[in-house]
């Protein structure tokens, strides 16, 4: 392998002459390129609220909009047959620009797609235009094809091709640096009788012929204005293979160009695991590859049309961000800008890089070099997504130096210690020495009659890392049963664990009398009491991106998340533990609180957290995500849904246990949804973004939706104390 990364290097170091341009460090970091917004919702925006959008997308990191359509068909009730045309009758129209043909009878006289790229213009971003959406789409695909499918995508492709003119012959020389390109808005899908042969390949024929005729129209008015699809799939109707055929099928048959970009959603939105989205990724882009741009169409929402958790859509991107040239989103409006919190949470983690993880796929590897090289040498075969992250000299842009540096990072990083069993796990943390590296082989750890301890010690230039092997296929450390053990305790500084599965034990992960130590990408759950405790005087850790799930199967009362510290009814333990981080972390099902930070502690930082109140049991008073007993505590870019919990009574709560602590709290830019006004079992009760009693805290930029929408928590009615300071 090192053998390869030279060879890489000498060839990089031979053709000097053909790096292509060099990027530049104006532009900040971002995973996300473009992002969906849909006609009906913006047809209507003045010049003004456009400017808000770009603006606001393009510091988000976003570099266009994708409006998904211009021209939107809708079909009324059908008095016949639904994939027949003619059986509805009152189909109408609407347009974002003045459209000169009169296609339908209710066309719109604004012009909001002339205000778009205005506002486009004047926030420096574009704009890629969609064509006609037409309800008759979802009629067909099932079955062999019959006429009525040809004579409506010949109209359909008519329309959308003349529409294409009529808008670059109205805007094209005023906006044309504006105009990303076009949009087809139809999605194709791995249609069952398509994918299985059955239609004689009909469908390919006839929507590759619809798509054809786009192609055609953006060649002939612009042949540098690139034309973008963007599939979907059903795992259960075919075979990823039996869909890579029919989109080859359908590529040759539509002429689509080199130019031209496939952006296939991932279908995040149903739910499926990781491993299946990159199962299907895999699939398309052998069809795709070599014939039109790859990229991944993101999905930003559940099967319940709920946002997606951020470390969902985290897992969701590295599963096939080494694959695409770039990603889109669907939908960053719909779905998390609306959120204040939910939007923090994303942009910290759209602009997140590692260095040397340039094509952002969250690891530093050989496929980084491979990447590299091959922008350097202006070849396509692997993305380079994130420049920064190869930008060794600083220097703000990619050179051969760069890759040379690069190289030498990676033979710097140590090989580690790669355990593959129980035993060399163990073996391996309790020798520990400051700087090794053990790497855990995927496969199922079991702890039987002992527990991975250790109270070996790193330093701060030299820390010793625990982490997966492979991320993608992380280690499951487990213990015997829910009742007994740790999964891991650890007792000395300066360790970093990552990518590791913590299960079925008393508690996930302890870390007593251990400082700087982190916590990151770990998912834990099915555990008896809580999943992480920082305890013994631990300070200065953070908890990062955990996925948190199914604690106190055992004693719910003590089921939280992450615990902070001891009670003062605990003895044995040191109770300063300070400054420490949760950010970025996903609680689900847990059964106490999410987060219990306790007295004689100071200064936790709880940030971009999603907290599911479904689980928590009340037991032990626990009624609040996030419950604060120290002081100093700074609560913020947080997201809570109560989902109708009737235990939760309160978002935030603080509590005095000893006098002079449960003091000097700031809650900050925090979104919570509580369902109703007042307790469900307790109706006299107010359901307050932080029940506070008398403790002195401060807020700004809160919000809550107490089941009518979002609002403003500006007022001593969201806050109980009268000591709170409005900032």
Request: glycine content about 8%; aromatic content about 12%.
């Amino acid at each position: 392998m090192k053998k390869l990364t030279a060879a890489l290097t000498a060839a990089a170091l031979c053709c000097t002459a053909y790096i292509p341009g060099e990027a530049h460090a104006e532009s900040s970091p971002s995973k996300f390129t473009a992002t969906f917004i849909q006609g009906w919702y913006c047809r209507d925006w003045t010049l003004e609220r456009w400017e808000e959008e770009f603006s606001a997308a393009s510091e988000a990191g976003f570099r266009s909009l994708i409006l998904q359509s211009v021209y939107d068909i809708v079909r009324g009730e059908c008095s016949g047959r639904k994939e027949d045309p003619s059986a509805y009758t009152a189909a109408q129209s609407s347009s974002m620009f003045p459209a000169e043909a009169d296609y339908h009878s209710s066309q719109n006289s604004g012009d909001a797609l002339e205000l778009a790229l205005k506002a486009a213009k004047a926030t420096d971003m574009t704009l890629w235009i969609g064509t006609v959406n037409d309800d008759m789409w979802w009629n067909y695909g099932w079955g062999a094809p019959s006429s009525y499918l040809e004579d409506w995508s010949s109209e359909n492709a008519r329309l959308s091709a003349d529409l294409m003119t009529q808008i670059w012959e109205r805007y094209g020389g005023e906006f044309s640096d504006q105009i990303a390109g076009w949009y087809y808005t139809n999605e194709v899908w791995n249609i069952d009788s398509a994918c299985q042969g059955s239609d004689g390949g009909e469908y390919a024929r006839i929507i590759g012929e619809n798509i054809g005729r786009c192609v055609a129209a953006a060649e002939e008015l612009a042949p540098e204005k690139p034309l973008m699809i963007s599939p979907f799939y059903n795992k259960d109707i075919s075979s990823p293979e039996q869909f890579t055929q029919f989109l080859s099928d359908l590529i040759s048959a539509s002429g689509l160009r080199p130019i031209d970009v496939y952006a296939g959603q991932d279908d995040g939105g149903r739910n499926y695991s990781p491993e299946v989205i990159r199962q299907w990724a895999l699939a398309q882009k052998e069809a795709v590859d070599g014939r039109l741009r790859f990229w991944v169409n993101t999905e930003s929402f559940g099967e319940d049309r709920s946002p997606k958790p951020i470390e969902e859509l985290r897992e969701n991107y590295c599963a096939v961000a080494d694959l695409a040239q770039e990603n889109v989103i669907f939908s960053w409006d719909h779905y998390y800008a609306q959120d204040s919190a939910l939007s923090s949470q994303f942009s910290r983690f759209s602009a997140e890089y590692l260095m040397g993880d340039v094509n952002s796929d969250g690891a530093f590897d050989l496929s980084d070099l491979v990447a590299m090289q091959s922008w350097l040498l202006a070849r396509p075969e692997a993305p380079v997504r994130c420049w920064q992250a190869g930008d060794f000299t600083g220097n703000g842009r990619l050179e051969v130096f760069d890759l040379i540096l690069m190289r030498e990072a990676y033979l710097a990083e140590p090989e580690g210690i790669v355990v593959t069993d129980s035993q060399e796990l163990i073996a391996a943390m309790q020798s520990a020495k400051a700087g090794d590296v053990i790497k855990v082989a995927p496969g199922t750890y079991q702890l039987t009659g002992s527990k991975a301890v250790s109270d070996s010690e790193g330093t701060a230039e030299a820390p010793i890392v625990l982490k997966a092997l492979d991320p993608k296929d992380p280690p499951v450390l487990t213990g015997t049963t829910t009742e007994h053990d740790y999964v891991l305790h650890i007792t000395g500084d300066y360790w970093i664990v990552e990518d590791l599965v913590c299960t079925n034990a008393q508690k996930g992960i302890v870390l007593d009398n251990s400082d700087h130590t982190i916590l990151r990408r770990c998912e834990l759950h099915t555990l008896g009491a809580e999943a992480v405790a920082l305890r013994d005087g631990s300070s200065y850790c953070t908890v990062d991106s955990c996925y948190i799930h199914d604690t106190g199967l055992v004693k719910p009362g003590y089921g939280e998340g992450v615990y902070v510290g001891s009670a003062k009814s605990t003895t044995g333990f040191d109770y300063k533990c300070d400054y420490n981080t949760i950010t970025g972390c996903t609680f689900k099902n847990v059964a106490a609180e999410h987060i219990d930070v306790k007295e004689y502690t100071t200064g936790t930082e709880i940030c971009g957290c999603t907290f599911y109140g479904d689980g928590m049991t009340g037991e032990n008073y626990a009624g609040s995500f996030v419950d604060l007993q120290g002081n100093d505590c700074y609560v913020h870019d947080n997201v809570g849904y109560r989902d109708g919990n009737v235990k939760i009574v309160a978002a935030f709560e603080i509590h005095e246990q000893v006098e002079g602590w449960g003091l000097h709290q700031r809650f900050e830019n925090n979104t919570v949804y509580m369902d109703q006004p007042y307790g469900a079992e307790d109706t006299s009760r107010r359901m307050y973004v932080v029940d506070g009693w008398s403790s002195d805290f401060s807020v700004k930029d809160n919000k809550v939706d107490y089941g009518s929408g979002l609002v403003p928590a500006d007022s001593w009615e969201f806050y109980n104390s009268d000591y709170v300071t409005y900032l």
